[in-house]
Antibody, heavy 121, light 107 residues
């Protein structure tokens, strides 16, 4: 059974940093691309970042480019999101999601339960 | 970047009604379109991928159609457990943009 467990959220002041973790199990972590998606309170889903597998490329939404860094530790089956220079508008629940690898493309087939990040003074 | 626009933003229907939600891409995305269901306080859950393929375990009353720029999610007979917000998402390439969501309620 695929399981994704996020951690690391909390309250941080504007300009501060936080590192989120996503512990993965139930699948071969090294073989799948992984992503972070966030949801501000009462708002919709916003894709944040993706770590691809084949080329180990990383992708970022314009809203976080230059401030957030996605990475992974295969030995620990864990995905990370290092968030620097945090802004009030980064306040959201952050979900990690596994990307499928199928003939139909790479949609997000499994999601974690999310971790809340609050940026406030 | 390709924008994804859903309509309506919310709807209220009776149990047993047929409900449809549309999603429009600002450029063609072939059939690289997924639908997700998010119940209140829960994580999103994959419902449909490749525009019309039902994810394993999803109820058969859900169906998807469309290709190119125009897509539809249909619930053939609305049930109380379908109360949720539904999101479309393009996944042909980065950025993997979501629609703004459609909130479905029971009348």
């Amino acid at each position: 059974e695929v399981q994704l467990l996020e951690s690391g959220g909390g309250l941080v002041q504007p300009g501060g940093s936080l590192r989120l973790s996503c512990a993965a199990s139930g699948f071969t972590f090294s073989s799948y691309a992984m992503s972070w998606v966030r949801q501000a309170p009462g708002k919709g889903l916003e894709w944040v970042s993706t770590f691809s597998v084949g080329s180990t490329s990383t992708y970022y939404a314009d809203s976080v480019k230059g401030r957030f860094t996605i990475s992974r530790d295969i030995s620990k089956n864990t995905l990370y999101l290092q968030m620097n220079s945090l802004r009030v508008e980064d306040t959201a629940v952050y979900y990690c999601a596994k990307k499928a690898t199928t003939q139909y493309g790479n949609y997000f087939d499994y999601w974690g339960q999310g971790t809340l990040v609050t940026v406030s003074s | 970047d390709i924008q994804m626009t859903q309509s309506p933003s919310s709807l209220s229907a009776s149990v047993g009604d047929r409900v449809s939600i549309t999603c429009r891409a600002s450029q063609g995305i072939s059939n690289y379109l997924a639908w997700y269901q998010q119940k209140p306080g829960k994580a999103p859950k994959l419902l449909i991928y490749a525009a019309s393929t039902l994810q394993s375990g999803a109820p058969s009353r859900f169906s998807g159609s469309g290709s190119g720029t125009d897509f539809t999610l249909t619930i053939s007979s609305l049930q109380p457990e379908d109360v949720a917000t539904y999101y479309c998402q393009k996944y042909n390439s980065a950025p993997w943009t979501f629609g703004q969501g459609t909130k479905v309620e029971i009348k």
